[in-house]
């Protein structure tokens, strides 16, 4: 397990639908299974509707939320985005998130 003294990882997840509830259980228990070098933090959801993406990211312990992925790129507290939207549209985002580092 993870020990609370290890650095974070702060987590971008992009869809909150089936895929992105599966990912953000898999994001909070991961450190009950695995001995991490990172603790993963899950600092922000994004989804397209504010309503339903303030929801999912009470419901899932989502610290903060956008409904623009664009915008979940540009901030600070983003390590690592996971992209848990439809398959078609995969690759847009992927791209855009690697070249934004």
């Known amino acids: ?4 003294g290890h650095p ?9 639908a089936f895929m992105g509830a599966a990912h953000s ?6 450190p009950h299974f695995f001995d991490l070098p990172l603790r993963p933090e899950l600092a922000v959801l994004a989804g397209r509707d504010p309503g339903r993406v303030a929801e999912a990211a009470a ?5 903060a939320t956008e409904t ?9 507290d983003v390590d690592l985005v996971d992209v848990c ?7 847009e985002i992927a791209i855009a998130a690697l ?3």
């Open 1 to 4: 397990m993870t020990s609370p």
């Open 68 to 76: 623009d992925w664009r915008r979940l790129l540009e901030r600070d």
């Open 99 to 101: 070249e934004a580092g």
């Open 8 to 16: 974070t990882l702060g987590v971008g997840l992009i869809g909150h």
């Open 85 to 91: 939207t439809p398959g078609d549209t995969h690759a």
């Open 25 to 30: 259980h898999a994001w909070r228990t991961a």
């Open 59 to 63: 419901r899932l312990g989502w610290a």
